[in-house]
């Protein structure tokens, strides 16, 4: 749902410390904002999403299709909203 939101340009509060997917989300954030860099993205941050992922939604461990679509979603929610320093 927030990932279609921030699609339509709807803007949405993320509140970190609030737990589940606001913190993966605001976790995502700062590590973007931090390092910006491709490689970093591939090589730590997919890979740190997905196992919080995991600890949180324990069910998506049978169902890699869509525990990579929900990362990629996260990672996509940062960059989209982060346009226009928003």
């Known amino acids: 749902l927030l990932y279609r939101k921030i699609q339509q340009e709807v803007p949405a509060v993320i509140l970190k410390g609030t737990g589940s997917a606001a913190d993966i989300i605001a976790f995502a954030y700062e ?3 931090a390092k ?11 890979v740190e999403l997905t196992r919080r992922l995991l600890d ?9 299709v869509k525990r990579n679509e929900i990362r990629d979603h996260i990672i996509s929610i940062v960059k989209k909203s ?3 320093k928003r």
Not at 56 to 64: C, H, S, V
């Open 36 to 46: 910006n860099d491709k490689e970093y993205e591939d090589s730590y941050l997919k």
């Open 56 to 64: 949180e939604y324990p069910a998506l461990k049978d169902n890699n």
């Open 31 to 33: 590590e973007i904002n």
């Open 82 to 84: 982060d346009q226009g």
